[in-house]
């Protein structure tokens, strides 16, 4: 504000001091202190992204590895990557409908219905597996597509729609499946070997550890230099190499952990792909941008020129083929498709895992990456608690309050934002 008065009372004396106190602005944020101020700041402001997500991770884990030391074995850690990627791809998609202020009920169902199409197609009728899971996906595509007619142009609330769409493709998956109820599919097929029994070569997965370290650090160096060129503050080369340093050594750490096992499954790493693909999207490409603008004010963004409704349309139809492809994945992993397919808690883990993550329910705010964190904590307490031996109902109700307190932090921190931003 100093500098603000400065630059309109001083004239162009004013305007240099004020350039000068933005230069000094700038000079602090760079190098390692000034990144952790620029994150200390943040937090102070409301903006505390994946901080309380981390931080609940860590404490869930070393409560359960208190209770059980087998928790945080390498077998029941790669059995917990392996269990995480099905719902967790459905979970990206609920990711990317909550970041526009928006809710999808239905992915359960579409996933449980694209699993049956996948059974049908690639066992009763004898195509080849590529045809079945394109045919599935196109059918979950062609779900959000419908939806986001309905919302566009009727004004219909995604909550209603999504809620007749939870009804209507539990009712068709039940009718795709007809009396039989289950089918198997073939534990020598390729599918169910990708889901069940496909890990990753050693030597393959300390390359793409190391690969996806030079990425971080490229991807970093590359926007900071495109911040400096805007006269923007930005991250310093050794703040970037720090945190690209600490990637590789979990990266590697992990990896190697996991070896002593099975490894890393091909499956969990498709997961994790989509989840650096969708982050690059959101965080890189002007969609990702029109998302965010859509989800913080609908009619600023439309008045900046966005098409409201291509934006209402792509992430419906993301949502609805995420929740196709993860139907899949489930249907590989259990060898099966059959009734209860999509259903139990398969719908309401993957909104918990979204909101858990990160991703706020009022819109504009969540990453990518909260799919990835908020699956792996809810699937964090499944497998805990199952080595525990308790029973569902206490997972259910560990899971709620889990739930309860990321809405809770995540209120606290809007209402943070706001008060920050009057100041």
Known sequence: ??????????????????????????????????????????????????????????????????????????????????????????????????????????????????????????????????VAISAAVIIGAAVGWVYAQLFNRFGVPSFVITLAGLLGFLGLQLYVLGTKGAINLPFDSGLVNFAQLAFVPAWLSY??????????????????????????????????????????VALLFMVWYLGQTRGVGWMFVFFVALVLVMHYLLSRTRWGRSVYAVGGNVEAARRAGINVRTIYTSVFVLCSSFAAVGGILAAARLAAANQSSGGGDVNLNAIAAAVIGGTSLFGGRGTAFGALLGIIVIQSISSGLTLLNLDSSIRFMVTGAVLLLAVVVDSVSRRSRTSHGRA
């Not at 350039?19 to 409301?46: K, M, N, S, W």
């Not at 400096?228 to 050794?238: V, W």
């Open 1 to 130: 504000m100093k500098d603000t008065v400065n630059s309109t009372t001083d004239g162009t004396t004013g305007g240099t001091v004020a350039t000068d106190h933005q230069d000094e602005r700038l000079q602090r944020r760079e190098g390692l202190r000034g990144a952790f101020t620029d994150v200390v700041e943040r937090a102070r402001g409301g903006d505390l992204g994946v901080i309380p997500v981390v931080v609940g991770l860590i404490v869930i884990w070393s409560v359960l590895q208190i209770l059980n030391p087998i928790f945080l074995s390498s077998q029941n850690l790669v059995n917990l990557t392996m269990e995480s990627a099905a719902v967790g791809v459905i979970a990206l998609g609920i990711v990317c409908v909550l970041l526009v202020g928006q809710i999808d009920l239905s992915v359960g169902s579409v996933s449980g219905l694209s699993g049956a199409v996948l059974a049908v197609l690639f066992v009763d009728q004898g195509l080849p597996a590529w």
């Open 207 to 248: 390359t793409l550890a190391v690969v996806a370290a030079g990425w971080l650090f490229a991807s970093g160096y590359l926007h900071a230099r495109e911040r400096r060129k805007a006269g923007l503050s930005s991250k310093s080369t050794s703040a970037l190499v720090v945190r690209s340093a600490a990637l590789l």
